[in-house]
């Protein structure tokens, strides 16, 4: 069945265009739904999985984003099999897997730490899960020989796992992981290990490897610009439970409420008053009286609220224009692409801005007076 | 001491006050004070086996003579059996501690280690009473019906066998236990990610990558085992005398000067030989467990593609022939339920925890009995015993001269092999391994070997018999375990503390004095208590050195153990064990910190 899959001699092809949600219409999808349902693990009192629910659609590239401690690892866990449920059930394509060890679920994984076996060359480990699977010698070769040839490795066949760089010690736990094209890759912070400028083209990588393969890909990682740049959707944790799930634009856009607006994204969060509401429009009033729109989802109509600014989507000029609010400077950064301005509002509240570099705008000095604003779009009101 | 100065005049532009700072130095005094007690002495040993009519001579008689020939054969027949029982046993032990969490974790490693601290004699004896014939062993088997009287289960090669099996099977879980908690607990995580089943992870990742702990622990055994006189002594029948056995015999006759000598060389070139080839597989660091020393000119990582094909064409026969062997008994195996693997772990390593902590159970209780011999289970309670030994002024003469000689060998062993662990852990000289080798090698050398080449040293300078001789004696075993630990403790130490404290104004004395002392003061401290410890159980070089007017603790059992097996000797046990339960309750804290840093 598995030999059936056209991959071979495809390349992983183009940079990433995944524009979040969508997904290519000419990719095979070979992976399963997972369907977590109210899933429990405990550990001693501390509660690390809290009643979790979480619908993974076949072929999903989906990451579960949160600091550590909040519970990612260990639902993973779960799932790989390395952890027993304390409550609820994991669903594989509809079945139970909890009384499934797990050498016999069929997944693939990728480790923080690589966990290359130290014994083995390159082709050894790779062929390792087909050894197990008991698939005859020839077919195994060749299985191999393609799956080093995707990752760019086949070089490296004969080597010894430690006698490479990190970035291609990981790029074998990957072939490792897919050569049985299996129909769920579970991913446990592969990138962390890595530094900056590898992260980012293994991510592509991986991402491109998503797309030819169609296996489910859960992905845990703390890098929040990791999973915006990889995932069909996130589910971000906080505390052993799932506050949101969404697509990463929705996540970065429209967060539940405040944990998730700052964990993804650096924010401005303005407490203001609600003047009124019309439809998806909010107006509402600041602690300095400024009067401002927002867009809303939120169930509030009268009272206090938090509302979202991101720092990008403020305007900044010299002079007055019509609705801003005069800030002071207390902190001007140039950071290349961008200047990164902190700012006091007449209320006493910090803003943080974010203007892209330009020729002429100039850096201002600490104590200048700035006039920021910003549209009802670019205000988000949390619930 | 060569390589030292071969070192300076590889550097003659430095100025004669900066080559007194050279921390090669504190080498000097360890490497004199071996040199002249434990390397002289074996060099004569040589000399004198070599003193006869041809050099060979006596060796041709040692191979001749048809007794010990087969001695011989017999002792590399007990030592392989032996090795192999304490891998086959020691092995699910291991694991057993490594998969155990918490509470269970320290209980079960303590009954490992606590056996190792107390005196193979006492552990022999407990054996003895065990298996005697009012032991608890023969009253079981009765009791059950299965037999009608006593029978003899001492004095043959079985209860040899498990005697020495049981005395050395810490030093293997331990050997295999390090190389077992040192793997990425990833790397069956990842196995089983990848189809592998609990036999076959255990049998392509566990085992494979566990084989140099597995080597380095069955050849720490094989080589103790060779020397072995205490256990097959005392539970042996005249069939199982092993080769030490037939040393300490010809001792006893004066006329066998030369063939005494020649006897002893051939045990030891036996040894060597075995250690030899075993550094030359495992790398010399399994003698004391380390990890490789940072050698100047060695780099740790080179990709020489020669050396590396090399590699992986051992590893690739390994495999071939780990799968035309293995996997068929594997697919067998895979047929049994899931549980099997960790039964039989659960199952092998309870049995061995039970052969380390019953005997010395058996003997605590035994020590309150109020009869006038050896049974159990005691028909009633008294403190008679200890009663005797606390009046009896030869044990209590015995005990204060054990005591004395204990803590100034231990003093000699701490100063010396402290400052020789700080020599090779700072100074750059090269043939650190070498270095560290002479340090440590006492362990390997068969004591009886060792104490018939100190008798001659001692007549000579007339230390037989007195304090300081036997001390100083003591003192050459007590420097590798001194070094070791303080190595250990030395590298755990973060030079940018010292860096730090340098850069702030500190003297290199004060550096020493307020970071580097206190980071070490636990493994000093540690250190010191094994010292201790090992002069205090020490018997065989005791057995050779000592005189009819100095007796002590271990000289005292020995004598008691061959001639009138009582109750007394419980007692010292019970004592013993105390000691070392005391000394380790006493120094949890203090070793605990030391992990912490």
Redesign the interface.
Known sequence: MVQNVAWRGERPGGSTTHAGGTSNQSRTVIGSSIAINEVVKRYGSFVAADHISLDVQPGEFITLLGPSGSGKTTLLNLV???QKLDGGAILVDGQPIHNV????R????V???????????VT?NVA??LR??GVDRETADRRVAETLEIMRLSEHA???P??MSGGQQQRV?IA??IV?RPKVV?MDEPLSALDRRLRESIQIEIRDLHQTLGSTILFVTHDQGEALTMSDRIAVMDAGKIVQVGDPVEIYRHPNNSFVAGFVGESNLIDAEIVQKRGSTMTLKNRAGFVFNAESRAAIDVGRATVLVRPERIAISNEPTQNSIPVTVTSALFLGEILRIEAQMEGGETLLIRAGDSATRHLPDVGDVLHASWGAEDCWVLQ | MSTVTADWSAAPATPWRERLKNPAWLLVPAAGFLAFIYLLPLFDLVRIAMSGATPWVYFERVFAVPLYWDALVRTMQISFTVAFLCLLFGYPTALLIHRSRGITQMLIATAIILPYFIAILIRTYAWMVLLGRNGPINKFLQWLGILSEPAQLLFNRGSVLLGMTAVLLPLMVLSIYSSVSRLDPGLTRAAQASGAGPIATFWRVLLPLTAPGMGAGFLLVFVTALGFFITPTLLGGPGDMMFAMHITQQADFVSSEGFLQALAVVLLAITLVVVAVAGRFLGFEFIWGGGKLNETHAKPQTDDTATSTTVTERRTIGMTIADTIGWPILRLLSALPGWTGTLTVRLMGGFVIATLIVPIIVVMIISFSKASFLTFPPPGWSFRWYEKFLTDSQWISAFTSSLTIAVISSAMAVTLGGLAAMGIVRSRIKGKTILMLLLVSPVIVPPVVLGLSLYSLFLQFDLVGTIGGLAAAHAIGGIPIVVVIVAAALQGVDPKLEQAASVHGASPITVFRTVTLPAIAPGLAAAAFFAFLHSFDELVLSLFLSSANLQTLPLRLWADVNYQLNPVLAVVSTLEVLLVVGGIILARPVLARSRAA
């Open positions: 790989a099999g390395f060890p797990t050498h016999k069929g997944f693939g994984m480790f923080q730490s690589y966990a290359l076996f130290p014994n083995m060359t050894q390792f899960p197990m699977a004969q080597k010894n430690n006698q736990a490792r992981s049985m579970l």
